[in-house]
C-alpha cells in the first residue's frame, strides 16, 4: 500500500514538475504572449476579411473566430507536444527523462495541462480580440454542453498529442517537417475555418478522427443554433469525443512503451543534430 | 592586383557563395526523408493550403467560381506561397546556422560573401516555393478551371513583374536576416510575424477596398501589393480590386521597381548596420537554446 502511495506522489510531484515550466514560461517572456496573441490574430482577421469580400453572413466571423482561437491548440499540440521529445533529445534532455525513477505518462501529462492551460490564456485572448474586432456575438444555447464539450476535446486533443509525442521519439529532423506538414491539410480537414460539413458526410467522418473537427462542429452549433451547418448532433458529437479521450489516453500509453522500446534498440534515444 | 581584377575576384567570389549557398539551403530543405514523402510534403501543404480558401468560398458563393473573386483569391494565395518562403528561407538560414548547427562563425570565418550566402539560402526556398506555387496553379487550372492560359497571358508584364516582386522579397529577407541577428529571444517569430502582416495588408486574399481605410492606406505603401496585382493582371486580364484599378500596368510597374530600390536600399544599409552590431556584440556565435 505503501509503495503504490509512494508511485502516486511520485506520478503527481512529476505531472506538477512537467507543468510548472509551462506556466511560469507564460510570466517569464512576456512578450511571447504578445506574438502568441498577434500571430493566429493576423490569420483570423485575412480570413474574416475574405468571408466579408465575398458577403458571407454574419456567422462566417464568429466560425472563423472560433477556428482562430482553437488553431492554438492545435499549433500546442503539434510544437510543445508532438515535437517535443524531438527537441529534448536536441538539447540533451531526453536522456534524462528516461533514467529519472519516473513514469513517462506523467511527464507527456504535465506537458499537456501546462500546454492547456498556457494555451487557454492565449485561445481566451484571440477568441476576446477578434470578437471586440470583428463585432462578433455568440449566443450561448447550452453553457454545461459548451464546456463539456470543450473539456471532451481538449482531453481527446492532447490524448492525440501524446500520441504523436510516442511517434515522433523516433524521429530527427524529420519531426520537425511531419508537424509541419500536420498544420494546412489539418486547418482543411477540421474545418478550422468554415463549416466541417460542407466537404461531404465521408470526409467529414473520417476528418473526426482529429477530435478538433468534432469538437469545433458541436461548439458552433451551441454558439450559432440557428446556423443550421452541423455535420452530427450535439449529443453524438460528445459521445464519439468521449470515446475518442479514452482510446488516446490508452493508445498513447501503450505507443509510448513500445516506442521507447524500439528507440532503445536501434539507438535514436541520444542521437543529435540529425 | 589592379581594380578590375579585384572586382572580377570579389564577384567571382560572391556567385561561388550564391551556388555553394543554394545547393546547400535545397540539401536541407529535401534531403531530410525519401523523395516520395518529399514530394507529397510538397504537394499536400500548398493544395491543402489553397483548398481552404477554395471551400470557404464555394460555402459561400454555393459552389459557382465564375465570380471574378475566386481568380483572385486562388491567384493571390498560390503566389504568396513565394512570401513566407523567401522571407523565412533567408531568416531562418540564421536560426539554423548560428542556433542549431552552430556553423555561423564558421561560415563567418570562411572565404565566402555572408550576403550572398544569405541570398542562396533564400534561392534553395524559391526553388521549393516554385514547387509549391507551380503545383498550386496547375491544380487550380485543371479542378477548377482557372481562366489562366499560360500561352496567351502577358508576358511582357509578367516576367518584369515576378523577377522585381522576388528581388524585393530576397531584399526584405536581408533585412529580416539582420534583425534576427541582432535579437535574441524574439527571431523565430519575426519571419511569420512580417509575412502574416504582409498577408493581411497587400490584398493577398481579398481586395484591398475590404481592409478599413487606415489599412488600406499602408497596404498601397508596400510593395508585395503591386507585385501581386501585377501578377493577377498578367494571367487573368483583369483587377477585382476597385481601389488599384485606376492604376495602369505601366504605372504597377513603376511603383514596384521604386518601392522594390528603396526596400532594396534600406535592407543593405539595415543589414550592414546589424551586423556590425553583432560583431561588436558578440552575438555572431550566440546561443539562446531556445
Known amino acids: 500500500m505503501n509503495n503504490f502511495r509512494r508511485e502516486v506522489m511520485v506520478f503527481l510531484r512529476t505531472v506538477r514538475g512537467r507543468a510548472y515550466p509551462r506556466l511560469i514560461g507564460l510570466q517569464r ?12 490574430l493576423l490569420g483570423t482577421s485575412a480570413f474574416v476579411f475574405i468571408y466579408r469580400a465575398l458577403g458571407a453572413k454574419p456567422e462566417f466571423t464568429g466560425f472563423v473566430v472560433l477556428g482562430g482561437a482553437m488553431t492554438a491548440y492545435w499549433m500546442n499540440v503539434l510544437w510543445s507536444m508532438a515535437t517535443q521529445f524531438y527537441w529534448e533529445k536536441e538539447t540533451g534532455n531526453l536522456a534524462l527523462y528516461l533514467i529519472a525513477p519516473t513514469s513517462r505518462m506523467a511527464i507527456l501529462l504535465g506537458m499537456a495541462l501546462g500546454g492547456m492551460a498556457a494555451t487557454t490564456v492565449r485561445a481566451l485572448a484571440v477568441l476576446l480580440l477578434g470578437s471586440l474586432v470583428f463585432q462578433v456575438t455568440f449566443t450561448v444555447s447550452n453553457w454545461g454542453a459548451l464546456v463539456l464539450v470543450f473539456l471532451l476535446t481538449l482531453v481527446a486533443l492532447y490524448g492525440l498529442g501524446m500520441i504523436f509525442a510516442s511517434a515522433f521519439l523516433l524521429y530527427g529532423r524529420e519531426a520537425w517537417h511531419m508537424a509541419n506538414l500536420l498544420q494546412e491539410p489539418v486547418f482543411l480537414l477540421s474545418g478550422f475555418y468554415f463549416p466541417i460539413k460542407s466537404l461531404g458526410f465521408w470526409i467529414s467522418a473520417g476528418a473526426s478522427l482529429i477530435p478538433i473537427t468534432l469538437g469545433l462542429d458541436a461548439m458552433r452549433q451551441i454558439l450559432y443554433p440557428q446556423a443550421g451547418w452541423g455535420f452530427l448532433d450535439v449529443g453524438t458529437e460528445t459521445t464519439i469525443l468521449a470515446l475518442l479521450s479514452v482510446v488516446f489516453l490508452i493508445a498513447a500509453h501503450r505507443m509510448l512503451l513500445f516506442l521507447e522500446n524500439v528507440a532503445r534498440r536501434e539507438g535514436r534515444l541520444t542521437v543529435r543534430g540529425q | 592586383m589592379t581594380i578590375p581584377v579585384l572586382q572580377r575576384e570579389t564577384w ?4 561561388r557563395s550564391l551556388k555553394v549557398a543554394t545547393w546547400l539551403g535545397w540539401q536541407i530543405e529535401s534531403n531530410w526523408t525519401e523523395p516520395f514523402l518529399f514530394a507529397v510534403y510538397s504537394i499536400a501543404k500548398p493544395v491543402a493550403g489553397a483548398m481552404i480558401l477554395v471551400v470557404m468560398y464555394l460555402v459561400v458563393s454555393g459552389g459557382q467560381t465564375n465570380n471574378p473573386l475566386f481568380p483572385y483569391i486562388y491567384l493571390g494565395n498560390a503566389f504568396y506561397i513565394y512570401v513566407g518562403s523567401v522571407l523565412m528561407g533567408i531568416s531562418w538560414a540564421v536560426i539554423d546556422d548560428r542556433e542549431h548547427y552552430g556553423v555561423l562563425k564558421y561560415i563567418y570565418v570562411s572565404p565566402i ?21 507551380i503545383i498550386t496553379l496547375t491544380f487550380g487550372m485543371l479542378v477548377f478551371k482557372l481562366p489562366v492560359n499560360l500561352l496567351t497571358m502577358n508576358h511582357a508584364l509578367f516576367w518584369p513583374v515576378f523577377l522585381i516582386g522576388l528581388a524585393g522579397l530576397a531584399l526584405i529577407g536581408i533585412l529580416l536576416a539582420g534583425l534576427t541577428l541582432i535579437t535574441a529571444r524574439h527571431n523565430y517569430f519575426m519571419g511569420e510575424a512580417v509575412a502574416g502582416a504582409l498577408y493581411l495588408l497587400c490584398g493577398a486574399v481579398f481586395p484591398l477596398d475590404v481592409l478599413p481605410k487606415s489599412l488600406q492606406y499602408i497596404g498601397l505603401g508596400l510593395p508585395m501589393t503591386y507585385w501581386l496585382e501585377g501578377l493577377r493582371r498578367a494571367l487573368i486580364g483583369t483587377s477585382a480590386s476597385p481601389l488599384l484599378a ?20 534600406i535592407s543593405l544599409g539595415f543589414y550592414r548596420w546589424c551586423e556590425r552590431r553583432a560583431k561588436e556584440k558578440g552575438l555572431i556565435d550566440m546561443q539562446t537554446m531556445y
Open chain 1, 29 to 40: 517572456e512576456k512578450s511571447w504572449m504578445f506574438f502568441e496573441i498577434f500571430l493566429p
Open chain 2, 12 to 15: 567571382r567570389e560572391s556567385l
Open chain 2, 113 to 133: 560573401h555572408v550576403y550572398f550566402y544569405l541570398l542562396g539560402r533564400g534561392v534553395a526556398r524559391t526553388l521549393t516555393g516554385t514547387i509549391a506555387v
Open chain 2, 246 to 265: 485606376p492604376f495602369s500596368n505601366e504605372t504597377i510597374l513603376i511603383i514596384l521597381l521604386g518601392s522594390t530600390l528603396l526596400v532594396g536600399a
